[in-house]
């Protein structure tokens, strides 16, 4: 008899769900609201086409070889110089240059999880994030930060680190005010629990002006050492293709992460982050925002119409603020969101749901609807046949 060559155990242990949702993108004529996909016109196509021909010209040195594990120099001193503030003295060694954010959260689960350990992550949590701490065998401990009572010291204590995203989280597009922020740089200064502030939606703000980050808030007026690990990334603000991504926190962490970003992909291309670095010198990606925040605000605002108009006896949900998403919650608990994404395929429409944020898959009360990918009279049919299909769901569910 032969024997098969065996994989890691974690591997069997992977989610349907997102399988189907992945597989959709084939299907022609198909509405994807389910990804969290930029929209391709926001790209400065022929201004990148200017950094990237510069950049292997002029400094191949930078552009061709392996670049330092760490980054490159210039690139890291342009991040701590654009991310210090008043109270905030960031130098180069509290900067890694990762490959996008994703890299990011897989070197922190590499450097902070042993199996069994406990991250207290907010939730519902972003997918990516569960599946790149799946292979350390976390337990999660979930943190309804909206919950009245919340309390920030007992979900950090003992945890090996907590998770957030307070600019419009992925999934729920959910802003983490002021005092709660505040509150949980504490709690993490006073448990001695690493906080982790993920942003990539930090840029994406439609209504109101940016509150702080976390990271400023843990500063103490010298060099930066505080509990907050901040996350940043180029994707959202500019090109996910470039997959450039960068880390803020104290040296003693961008130290350990070295060590593991050492053993992943060695450096962060060069090419890319000599792109990068030209880009925010140049002023380019200042340049983009407006014009990207004027039309996925627009596109919001026809999502949310549209589904005050076609879903409204059958959801709720908040409007976002900024960011991607919105998250609507069934009113009727027999809605299974599983169930309407696979109802939703057969009708031409694609959301995710909320069970690929749940480490256990239990939630299926929710979906996430994308907003900035497709223009707006896409949004609206997109809303025309969820609800179709919703109502089709629902008529299954008390047929049964
Ligand atoms: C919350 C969150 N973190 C991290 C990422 C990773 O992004 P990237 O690897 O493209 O930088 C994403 C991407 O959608 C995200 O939504």
Redesign the pocket.
Known sequence: MVKRPAFARWLSDSNDVTRTFLAAGQIPGLINMAG?LPDPSTWPVPELTALARAAVADHPGDALAYAPIEGLPALRDMIAARFSAPDLALERKNVLV????????DLLGKVLVDPGQVIAAQSPA?L??LDAWKPRGPRYRPMRLEASGFDPVAALTGAQFAYT?PNF??PTGRLVGLDQRRALVAAAQATGTWLVE?D??GTLYYDGAPLPRMLALAASGGSYDGPVVY?G????ELA?GL???WVIASPEMIEALVTAKQGSDMSTSGLSQRITLDAFASGLTDRVLPATLALYRARRDALCAAMEEHLGDLFDWEVPTGG?FVWATARDPALDMDRLLRVGLSHGVCVTPSSVFDPEGRNRSAVRINFTLNEPGRLVEGVRRLAVAARATLAEAVAV
């Open positions: 969290g990762t490959t996008g954010g994703m890299q990011a959260l972003y990516g994030a995203v989280s992925n993920d990539p939606y996350l990334t180029l994707s959202k996910p997959r450039v991504g991607m």
